[in-house]
């Protein structure tokens, strides 16, 4: 069953049918050449329970608080408020798309949406003021990443439904590894600026006048992260309920810009209805897979697969951290984990490794996928905003930030309070 399950899986993604289609298909397949009973009586059940979660709630709320803040015109001011922070280091207005980057990435909760937003802002500066747009354009698409990490996290929220762990600690566990390769990306930038000047830009100094007075255009922002993240871990609200809140904030962070008015407000709500369908049609599909999955007794028989390999748990560790790497060259990154969360969290519940700390896990594998070729997502996104040049270069300037991904994973594997801490202590 293991073995027709995956090839199935495989096979169905090859022939490019939609992910939620497949996973559904799969489900049919295990229920009809697998299962004891006929598990397809139980499809609305299980489908009705899934679909009026209030849990899920929350992922249109959040989608909503991004597109509101994008077509509010609040990025552009964000850019340039960073730039009079960050652009005295190494690489000068390159920092300024990772600050902003991380800033969007603890609101709007998707990655995608968090490069296109700095792309668009920050390609025409780049253009204008000539700088190498291999490192430029790889920064943004990097920082773009940290959407689906820094919470609040689409990606985390769908993890947690998905695997019934809470989502308050998985929103705790990705902010010290999120925030950490922010630095890093910083870091590494600077790094790669004082060795190779030509790849940065110039340094753009500014006054203490002028820093102090571009705060106006971040506190908002940060008021925001403070009130959405910090009333779900103080547990004055759920994540569903500080979405809502979250969303109120960006409609009066928004509107003084004068950038909301009726066209945009509906321009917001049919993003939002488009991305939530999506989101929700994989969702529902997933939730059936597992179920039928779970009626096979796939988890058994899959942890009985891996114990008689005689290999370590730290051995079949790392044999999933590599079929992920694998995998994210060819899959979308939430098709990525729906696909193969009902597969590789028994194993690793069972091999007895904390399944919030996989879930940290797993989003920094799907990180690295949404920045390599052949499908990662930020890639073409960053591309479709600039004027001129090939993708390669985008890929190429990814690459360094590639490689502090694939430390984090090390490093999170060596050190599992890096994501543990912040839970342990909720």
Same mark, same amino acid.
């Given at each position: ?210 820093? =102090?007075?571009? *705060?106006?255009? $971040?506190?908002? !922002? +940060? %008021? @925001?992260?403070? /009130? ?82 005689? =290999?370590?748990? *730290?051995?079949? $560790?790392?044999? !999933? +951290? %590599? @079929?992920?790497? /694998? ?94 801490? @912040?839970?342990?202590?909720?």
């Amino acid at each position: 069953m293991i073995l027709s399950v995956a090839l199935g899986l495989f096979a169905l993604l090859a022939l490019t049918i939609p992910v939620g289609i497949v996973l559904f298909l799969l489900g049919f397949g295990v229920d009809v050449w697998f299962s004891p009973f006929p598990l397809i009586k139980g499809l609305g059940q299980v489908i009705w329970s899934s679909s009026s979660s209030s849990t899920l709630i929350a992922i249109p709320f959040f989608v909503l608080l991004g597109e509101i803040l994008v077509r509010g015109g609040v990025a552009a001011r964000t850019y340039s408020a960073l730039d009079t922070w960050l652009g005295w280091l190494p690489g000068g207005l390159v920092h300024a798309n990772i600050g902003t980057a991380t800033m969007f990435s603890a609101t709007s909760g998707s990655s995608v949406a968090t490069a296109a937003t700095v792309a668009t802002v920050a390609m025409p500066q780049a253009e204008r003021l000539n700088y190498d747009p291999r490192l430029f354009s790889g920064a943004i698409a990097a920082g773009g990443t940290l959407g689906i990490l820094i919470p609040p996290s689409i990606n985390l929220i769908v993890y947690g439904f998905l695997t019934e762990t809470s989502i308050p600690r998985l929103f705790l566990a990705g902010l010290i590894p999120g925030l950490l390769m922010a630095l890093t990306f910083v870091i590494v930038t600077a790094l790669i600026c004082l060795v190779t000047p030509s790849l940065g830009g110039p340094r753009r100094h500014y006054s203490w006048e002028e820093r =102090l007075g571009s *705060l106006v255009h $971040l506190l908002p !922002i +940060i %008021a @925001l992260f403070v /009130v959405v993240v910090g009333s779900i871990y103080a547990g004055w609200a759920t994540p569903t309920e500080s979405a809502a809140v979250g969303v109120a904030m960006a409609l009066a962070i928004a509107m003084p810009g004068g950038s909301i008015n009726l066209h945009s407000l509906q321009g917001c709500l049919l993003g939002t209805v488009r991305v939530t369908s999506m989101i929700m049609l994989v969702v529902i599909a997933a939730y059936f897979l597992n179920f039928t999955l779970a009626s096979a007794g796939l988890g058994q028989k899959l942890t009985a697969l891996v114990t008689s390999y005689d =290999l370590t748990p *730290l051995g079949t $560790l790392w044999l !999933i +951290i %590599a @079929l992920y790497i /694998v995998l994210g060259f060819f899959v979308e990154t939430l098709s990525l984990m729906v696909a193969t969360i009902p597969i590789t969290v028994p194993i690793i519940a069972g091999l007895g490794f904390d399944t919030i700390w996989f879930g940290v896990l797993m989003i920094v594998l799907v990180e690295m996928a949404l920045i390599t070729p052949p499908v990662g997502l930020n890639l073409y996104v960053v591309q479709g905003a600039r004027r001129s040049g090939h993708l390669g270069e985008v890929m190429v300037g990814a690459l360094p930030y590639v490689a502090v991904m694939m430390a984090m994973v090390v490093a999170l594997v060596a050190f599992p309070q890096i994501a543990l801490f @912040l839970p342990d202590r909720l």
